[in-house]
């Protein structure tokens, strides 16, 4: 699966990794290379970013659903004790 960008956030990406290269290295790094560079990360660590958050979800999602029963359920046949006497304790 290819991971796109819209071009709003590839560009905010892109000026993200050259404020990055200013602050931290020796040279700072051109817009073209800054957007080979995060097509790069994309490609090659993307996936693995990707994978993780799907497994996150899924097992947030697998959470919820074991707790549906406890979150959801009604007693059945709840018609007539409506009608019953509170009974006394002795």
Same mark, same amino acid.
């Given at each position: 699966m290819t991971i796109e960008l819209s071009e709003d956030i590839r560009a905010a990406a892109i000026a993200s990794i050259q404020r990055y290269f200013d602050a931290n290295m020796d040279e700072p790094?051109?817009?073209i290379a800054a957007g080979g560079l995060l097509s790069f990360f994309l490609e090659e660590i993307?996936?693995?970013?990707?994978?993780? /958050?799907?497994a996150? /979800?899924?097992?947030?999602?697998?959470?919820?659903i074991v707790e549906l029963d406890i979150d959801l359920h009604e007693e059945p046949f709840q018609y007539w004790r409506k009608f019953e006497a509170p009974r006394r304790r002795k």
């Open positions: 790094i051109g817009n993307g996936p693995a970013v990707y994978n993780r /958050a799907i996150d /979800a899924q097992e947030s999602m697998q959470a919820r």
